[in-house]
């Protein structure tokens, strides 16, 4: 039995490839030593084999096999536009 595949929510922040999106993930974590909140973001490039993903879109991202040296993130849906 496989596990299921890890997932991601994200904004695309690029778009201008084909079959291919950029989508910044941001996640908050607490600092070890001042106990501040604190915002760390990262950006992964995504397949986007129907070209639906816009720029400012919400998205849902799921990893998988590596389609090329740095695509191993394929799109599941959109969630908001």
Request: proline share 4%; glycine share 4%; hydrophobic share 35%.
């Amino acid at each position: 039995m496989r596990k299921a595949p890890r997932t991601l929510v994200g904004t695309v922040v690029g778009d201008k490839m084909q079959k291919t999106a950029v989508v910044m993930v941001e996640r908050v974590y607490v600092h070890p030593k001042y106990q501040k909140h604190m915002l760390r973001h990262k950006k992964y490039v995504v397949h986007d084999e129907n070209k639906q993903a816009k720029v400012g879109a919400k998205v849902e991202i799921a990893e998988t096999r590596p389609i090329s040296k740095t695509k191993s993130w394929r799109l599941v849906k959109v969630l908001e536009s």
